[in-house]
């Protein structure tokens, strides 16, 4: 969320500073939308405008801080925790990085809202996605006993 002033201009004998020269840049929709939320930090249609906004950028710095807010704020709104979490697998420099990243935000989810059923049943979707491809064909094996807790296979899909 940048905004900023024009490069300053310089001439023969003398320096003009930006601040003397420019007007400041008008705000962008992101730091337009994030100071309306800063503003009322429960007004829930702004947080949303915000979150359209940094998913429309796209940019996982802007995401990060985005979500972070959001969710600080609004911690049992476990659809946003995957959705930031599905970012971070999209848009890393490598898909360890991705899975890393990921598997912390669900941490961070898991702390700030531990009863959230659908948030865990996600996040143990996500590890069963990517314990499987690595698992050696015939080798069943047996499930990890966390997975058993939560009840039938229907989180492998």
Known sequence: MEGG?????????SAITASSTTTPAPPTELERLATRA???PLDWPSWNALLVAADKDGAL????TVYS????????CFGFWKK???????KASSEAEGVRNCISVFERGAVAAAP???????YIAFLVRQVEPARPEGAGGEVPPVLS?????DVRR
């Open 69 to 76: 807010g959001f969710l600080s704020r609004f911690p049992f």
């Open 149 to 153: 807790a939560i009840g039938p296979d």
């Open 5 to 13: 002033t024009a490069p300053a201009q310089l001439s023969a004998g």
């Open 38 to 40: 800063a503003a009322d």
């Open 61 to 64: 710095e802007t995401i990060r």
């Open 116 to 122: 959230s059923v659908e948030l865990w049943v996600a």
């Open 84 to 90: 930031w979490a599905e970012h971070e697998v999209k």
